[in-house]
């Protein structure tokens, strides 16, 4: 299969080794040379470094490297029967470059877009032929996360769906389809996990060291939430956050904040920048110490859970909503959230082992306290908790 990869930044670099593992014979196109020779130097450092470690022998690794070829020249990607777009997060470029790319492949060709937020109905618009058009969400580093959102535009073919679906289930991926709806699954479900952590900092309940304590030793995610936001780089996240408010018509519950805003205007971006939520060596570890009662959680016992069960039902409510307006299935919510994020369980089937019954009455204190929109129950749980049932039996 000849596949097209336009953009060799960190994602679409990661697509092309994912595509060349499967063997398919894959084209990474660029505008800036630079950047080609940086990608297929990337390649090789990652590559040498399985190699090393026993992960791949060297007739692999030389396998791998030759199925890509790096080029400039935008008609180089006719034969494609499959491109994927991972440029800048813009709509009219991406359109732009859609619109150029249809004159030079083949009517069978598969067009796809990489965007994380951008909505796959308005680029496929942009197509004589919008039928061919999907959006196919890898997640950062490619290589490694095992989920991929495939996402239908309003205008794609049910043809064209499955054939996705298939080539990217055959690339060893596990899919979620999700409907074309800003964030798709995964960047709306997880808006929780930041927003409501920010919340509660500005609250003055509890600082950062102690929210990222209570989500990573009591839920067991693998980092904190400011830690998380630390890592993805907090420009990113901030405009993730605005442009999934902005989106859902400023729908409070995706409300960004002011702590996160201040933060980008200043620079302080995470590791990157070497100073975030918290500040950073050279190394990117973390300066900052952890207090000790955070460790012992000896006088904040009571404390920390109720901060984690308030981003836990906030996750649940976010995931149950999903489902509620058919966003995507119980299994690929929770498959979302677990091989997208690296989320320690499904938060549907977190909603059944506390209880739906906890998960609405937890909503409905928070309402009761707040009296704000951002706190209203899905319908969804509160139907199921009249009926006595369960997401998953």
């Known amino acids: 299969m000849n596949v097209a990869i336009i953009g060799c930044g960190t994602m679409g670099s990661g697509i092309a080794q994912v595509a060349s593992t499967a063997d398919c014979s ?26 090393e470690k026993g992960k791949l022998d060297n007739a692999e690794k030389e396998r791998i490297q030759k199925n890509i070829e790096y080029v400039g020249d935008l008609k180089a990607l006719s034969e494609a029967d499959l491109v994927i777009e991972a440029i800048v997060e813009n709509l009219d470029i991406k359109k732009t470059v859609f619109s150029e790319l249809e004159t030079m492949v083949s009517n069978n060709c598969i067009m796809a877009s990489n965007t994380s937020s951008l909505s796959i109905t308005s680029i496929a618009s942009a197509l004589n032929n919008p039928e061919r058009c999907v959006g196919i969400h890898f997640f950062n580093p490619a290589p490694l996360m095992q989920l991929v959102e495939v996402v239908p535009a309003l205008q794609t073919s049910k043809n064209i769906l499955d054939e996705t679906v298939k080539i990217i289930s055959g690339w060893n991926k596990t899919v979620a389809v999700a409907k074309d ?19 509660i900092y500005e ?7 102690t929210i990222d304590w209570s989500l990573k030793n009591l839920g067991g995610f693998r980092m904190g939430p400011f830690e998380l936001m630390d890592f993805i780089g907090n420009d990113v996240n901030y405009t993730v956050t605005e ?39 050279e190394k990117g570890n973390i300066e900052t110490n952890r ?83 951002r706190y209203r129950c899905s319908p969804l749980l509160r139907k199921m908790n009249r009926e006595n049932k369960t997401f998953f039996n």
């Open 26 to 51: 894959v084209k990474i196109y660029d505008t800036n040379p630079i950047a080609l020779n940086k990608s297929k130097a990337d390649l090789e450092r990652i590559l040498s470094r399985l190699n």
């Open 181 to 199: 709806t800003p964030g798709f699954i995964v960047n709306r479900v997880a808006r929780p996990f930041y927003g409501e952590s920010l919340r």
């Open 203 to 209: 609250e003055g309940i509890a600082d950062f060291e």
């Open 243 to 281: 442009t999934v408010f902005k989106a859902f018509y400023f729908d409070s519950r995706y409300k960004p904040a002011f702590t996160q805003k201040r933060l980008v205007e200043a620079g302080y971006l995470g590791r990157k920048s070497g100073k975030g939520y918290y500040g950073y060596d």
């Open 291 to 373: 207090h000790p009662e955070i460790v012992s959680g000896s006088h904040k016992k009571e404390l920390e859970q109720q901060i984690f069960d308030r981003v836990l039902v906030m996750l649940i409510n976010e995931a149950a909503d999903a489902l509620f307006l058919n966003i995507a299935s119980a299994k690929d919510i929770d498959n979302a959230m677990t091989k997208g994020v690296n989320y320690p369980k499904g938060l549907l089937a977190w909603a059944d082992k506390k209880g739906i019954d906890w998960c609405v009455n937890s909503m409905d204190a928070l309402y009761d306290d707040y009296h704000e929109d």
